[in-house]
């Protein structure tokens, strides 16, 4: 099953019928299992169609491209974090004493407030990581998609990780900072703790809103980028680019 990658990661592409004209499927993908598998080279050897596994690379890169487009245009618009349970953000761990405290109060209206407008940041800094997904795939190199091929149901998305994490935290740093001004998240934040520091006896808490945001908005893209490949690689007739529709539409 997990050798199946090169069928498409492509999420929003066009469904393919296995039909007369793609008899040999199953002898297409054999062949490219083992171009894939043995080939040193990114230029080298032909097998499916005349193409060489430079070109099937590629066509796995734009699956890949494809499938992390997507991913970022579903996290990055309105409610993409705050109206999906699966990647939604809390309230930082560490205002869990704010809390307990304004809920008390009857002041959870002001929390409510505090944690929708941390998803809106999350939302808006998301389509920074276009760009970086751009820059990841183009610096794969053969042995890079050899790896991704035969290695485990998220290589792709550990190899992103890998490549990615750092670079996109500090792209997406200052633009949630800003994000989290614009969309009020400072001001309802500043006017939780004023609240609460007027509440006696309670401990002293405190948060750092951006790297939170930073930190659970690269969780949710690299969330769902594992749940498209693993998608795919159990159903890997189920979507295809252009690129890959020729590699395995060959006679």
Same mark, same amino acid.
């Given at each position: 099953?997990? $050798? ?6 492509? #999420? ?21 299992? *083992? ?6 080279? @990114?230029? @080298?050897?032909?097998?499916?169609? @005349? ?5 099937? =690379? ?5 699956? %890949? $491209? ?16 705050? @109206?999906?349970?699966?990647?939604? &953000?809390? &309230? ?8 307990? #405290? ?8 002001? %929390?409510?407030? &505090?944690?929708?407008? &941390? ?12 760009? %970086? ?10 042995? +890079? ?12 998305? $550990? ?8 670079? %996109? ?34 401990? +002293?808490?405190?948060?750092?809103? =951006?790297?939170?945001?930073? *930190? ?9 980028? #594992?749940? *498209? ?23």
């Amino acid at each position: 099953m997990r $050798r199946m990658i090169l069928a498409g990661f492509a #999420a929003s592409a066009l469904v393919f019928t296995v039909g007369p004209g793609h008899a040999q499927f199953g002898d297409l993908l054999k062949k490219g299992q *083992e171009m894939l598998g043995g080939s040193k080279s @990114g230029g @080298g050897s032909s097998g499916i169609g @005349g193409l060489s596994t430079g070109e099937i =690379t590629q066509g796995l890169k734009e699956a %890949l $491209r494809v499938g992390s487009d997507r991913v970022v245009t579903q996290v990055g618009k309105s409610d993409g974090y705050n @109206g999906d349970p699966a990647i939604h &953000l809390p &309230l930082p761990g560490s205002l869990k004493s704010v809390q307990s #405290a304004l809920r008390a109060a009857g002041m959870s209206g002001m %929390l409510d407030d &505090l944690e929708l407008k &941390l998803n809106r940041a999350a939302e808006v800094a998301a389509p920074k990581a276009k760009t %970086l997904f751009v820059d990841a795939i183009a610096a794969m190199s053969v042995d +890079d998609a050899k790896k991704i091929y035969n290695g485990p149901d998220d290589a792709a998305t $550990r190899y992103f990780q890998g490549k990615m994490t750092k670079p %996109l935290a500090a792209e997406m740093a200052p633009v949630v900072n800003e994000s989290l001004s614009e969309v009020g998240a400072i001001k309802s934040y500043d006017s939780v703790m004023g609240q609460y520091k007027q509440i006696p006896f309670v401990p +002293d808490a405190k948060a750092n809103l =951006t790297d939170y945001v930073v *930190e659970k908005g690269m969780d949710g893209i690299f969330h769902y980028l #594992a749940k *498209e490949e693993a998608a795919i690689r159990q159903n890997p007739l189920k979507r295809s680019t252009e690129v890959l529709k020729k590699v395995f539409g060959s006679n």
